[in-house]
């Protein structure tokens, strides 16, 4: 998949739309999901153009790999969600359900989170 640089999570690192911001270095962003699934909701994102997940693995250099997994470690500090429990979440492609062509990391928590794939089918 080519990189969309119109996608809306592009457009929050250029600032041309808002988020709730959390946290933010050389190497990630970090703000809370618009539409929350749980009482804690958070979105961790690289600063690179990367579509999804196997994109940045293959892809990104080992500084913004290390650089984006220590963001996600100081989001869910800053969260407080460690001692309870947390869900870390990157859906993939089309089977993945995968809305925003940006690779990204969702925590969530603040409650228990139940199972971790739904056993009905949404086809
Ligand atoms: P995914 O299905 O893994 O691609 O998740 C995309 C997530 O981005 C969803 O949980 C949306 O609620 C969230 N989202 C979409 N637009 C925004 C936005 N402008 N600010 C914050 N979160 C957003």
Known sequence: MTYDPSNIFARILRSEIPCKKIAEDTYF???????????VHALVIPKGAFTDAHDFHKNATSAEIVGFYKGV??????LGVHNSGFRQICNCGVNGGQEVPHYHM???GGRKLGPMVSVVSDE
């Open 73 to 78: 470690a100081q989001v869910v500090d800053i």
């Open 106 to 108: 969702h925590i969530l």
């Open 29 to 39: 962003l970090a703000f809370h999901d618009v539409s929350p699934r749980a009482p």
